[in-house]
């Protein structure tokens, strides 16, 4: 993980890009997300804790409006595309393989879905989860934004933990 964050941290300041707008494209991308938003700020860019969580935050929450209200939409409209549809049939039945939480505890199990930071959860692939479940957007929103927040709170301590101990 170190390494990774350290490869789109140098690749992307060696552009000239700022460290605050670094940590916010990490956090914006799938996959990366707050995780590796705030690992980066506190680990790698050594920015103030508060500064890096409130960019990290941000930067994870904005694109998950738009997958509560677009994704079902944009899944049908690459469904017709012949290279395509493969992998977006792929993604649905890989996310719909984490129903399960959901069916369980209902929206609780969307939040614990999205705040335990394990690889395979998060606030895109809850906003994904929500959508294909046909959840409540405005409560999946806001269930999201808890988890990401819890999410990145955890990172948060560990990387101060993990960041006193290597560096």
Not at 144 to 152: K, P, R, S, W, Y
Request: proline share 5%; hydrophobic share 55%.
């Amino acid at each position: 993980m170190q390494e990774l964050c350290q490869t789109i941290q140098e690749f992307l300041t060696a552009h000239g890009i700022p460290d605050w707008l670094v940590v916010f494209i990490i956090s914006l991308c799938p996959v990366l997300e707050c995780r590796l938003g705030m690992f980066t700020a506190i680990v790698l860019l050594h920015m103030n804790p508060f500064v890096g969580f409130l960019i990290s935050f941000i930067g994870n929450i904005l694109p998950i409006p738009f997958i509560l209200i677009l994704i079902n939409w944009i899944f049908e409209i690459l469904k017709k595309v012949p290279g395509i549809r493969k992998i977006v049939c792929m993604l649905e039945e890989h996310t719909m393989k984490k129903r399960d939480k959901i069916d369980k505890y209902g929206i609780w199990g969307l939040l614990i879905f999205v705040a335990i930071p394990l690889p395979g959860t998060g606030g895109w692939t809850g906003a994904l989860l929500a959508s294909l479940l046909h959840l409540d957007k405005k409560k999946s929103f806001g269930v999201i934004t808890v988890g990401v927040f819890i999410a990145g709170l955890i990172i948060s301590i560990l990387s101060l933990i993990f960041g006193a101990v290597v560096f």
